[in-house]
């Protein structure tokens, strides 16, 4: 495992159905954390986990968005009822513990019909 | 509210030139910034970084210069080379260490041969 490992690549959802996105961060790392890149815009923070926990979670809209970092397994980021505007790409990044540096991954690219 | 701005959203340099890419902050607590460079289809990958105690770091033919008083910091890249086409995001965190990254909206930098 050479680095940030996500899943799918590309995500297509009608509207009103659940997208769930998988990351399993770099070897040794126990941070994740999620940022979505809408079009022609930035990376835009969304939450930070660590195994069993949210740390931060303070850039994921209130309604339809949840994420886990359970103790075995990958991280998941959920959309429940998908609309059009959750069209984006969706970066993971892990770091070990206290380092500033992120390693992300490809990113999940999640189109919405 | 853009609390990191990266004002060109494209740049093109000849190759073997200097290539300058801009970025400003309004935020004043940011004290921690860097500077990630993106390929199509991958994840931002990490370049470069300055606390806010320097004013210059330099790696190779990456440098990055910090002006706190104009809350303005740019990275130069020289000489320039094709691989560095690609778009750059500057990002910013209000302490090191800390997991959540504001990033800016990118400069897409097209180095010409």
């Known amino acids: 495992n050479a680095g940030v490992m996500q899943n799918p690549r590309h995500l297509v959802r009608r509207r009103g159905q659940e997208a769930r996105l998988r990351c399993s961060p770099m070897?040794?790392?126990?941070?994740v954390y999620w940022y979505r890149q809408l079009p022609e815009e930035g990376l835009k923070f969304m939450v930070y986990?660590?195994?069993?926990?949210?740390?931060?979670e303070s850039g994921m809209p209130k309604e339809r968005f949840s994420a886990e970092f359970p103790k075995e397994g990958p991280s998941i980021l959920r959309i429940q009822q998908v609309v059009r505007g959750d069209s984006a790409a969706y970066f993971c990044?892990?770091?070990?513990?206290?380092?500033?540096?992120?390693?992300f991954g490809e990113g999940s690219r999640l189109t919405v019909l | 509210d853009q609390q990191v701005k990266q004002n060109s959203p494209s740049l093109s340099v000849q190759e073997g030139r200097i290539s300058i890419l801009n970025c400003d902050y309004t935020n004043s607590m940011f004290d921690y910034f860097l500077w990630y460079k993106k390929y199509p289809a991958e994840g931002p990958t990490f370049l470069i970084s300055?606390?806010?105690?320097?004013d210059k770091n330099e790696d190779g033919r990456f440098t990055v210069f910090l002006n706190k008083s104009a809350k303005h910091l740019s990275l130069h890249i020289v000489p320039s080379q094709p691989g560095d086409s690609a778009v750059y995001f500057c990002?910013?965190?209000?302490?090191?260490?800390?997991?959540?990254?504001?990033f800016g909206q990118g400069t897409r930098l097209t180095i010409n041969p």
């Open positions: 990002a910013a965190s209000a302490r090191e260490g800390a997991q959540k990254l504001v």
């Open positions: 070897k040794g790392h126990s941070h």
């Open positions: 986990l660590q195994k069993e926990n949210i740390i931060d």
């Open positions: 990044a892990s770091s070990p513990a206290g380092n500033q540096e992120l390693f």
């Open positions: 300055i606390s806010s105690i320097k």
